[in-house]
């Protein structure tokens, strides 16, 4: 898991680079032809990685409910993000994966509520969900490319 895990603190430090690189008004911008702005892509990777590795094995998550409700898997960006709320999914990027690899290494998942996932593969463990996590930031990368373009 410890490849895995490089993996995703590495695609948090690409995500990381936009947050610092673009203005707020960039990031928060929503192209003709797309539904939600750079910001959005960044902080729902935050959102899914905690609901699908804590929140399905039954345990606390480390953001907030608001966060969730509004970056959760169907939501979709419904105004303009602030200079603080960047600050705060930018903090997240990196002491949630850095908490749940440590949690991981302790034993702390001892239990998983399978869930199949929107490609039609069923997690059924946590590392399932870790490694599936990595294929799904990939995939909001990828949109967060595109959008640069646009912005």
């Known amino acids: ?38 910001f959005w892509n960044v902080a729902h990777t935050v959102v899914t990685q905690q609901l699908l590795v804590y929140k399905l094995s039954g345990l606390p998550m480390a953001v907030s409910d ?20 960047v600050d705060e999914i930018k903090d997240l990027l990196f002491t949630t994966i850095n908490k749940t690899e ?7 998942f001892k239990s998983y509520q399978e869930y199949t996932v929107s490609t039609k593969s069923t997690l059924t463990s946590v590392e399932d969900a870790i ?10 990368l990828g949109y967060i490319l595109a959008l ?3 912005v």
């Open 148 to 150: 640069k373009k646009y």
């Open 1 to 38: 898991m410890k490849f895995t895990f490089d993996i995703t603190l590495k695609n948090r430090a690409i995500f990381k680079q936009f947050l610092e690189g673009f203005t707020l008004e960039q990031l928060n911008k929503v192209p003709e032809g797309f539904s939600n702005n750079i």
């Open 131 to 140: 490694e599936f996590n990595n294929f799904h930031e990939g995939i909001h």
């Open 102 to 108: 440590e949690d991981y290494k302790k034993g702390v």
């Open 66 to 85: 608001s966060l969730v409700e509004a970056y959760k898997k169907g939501t979709k960006t419904e105004g303009d993000a602030s200079q603080a709320e």
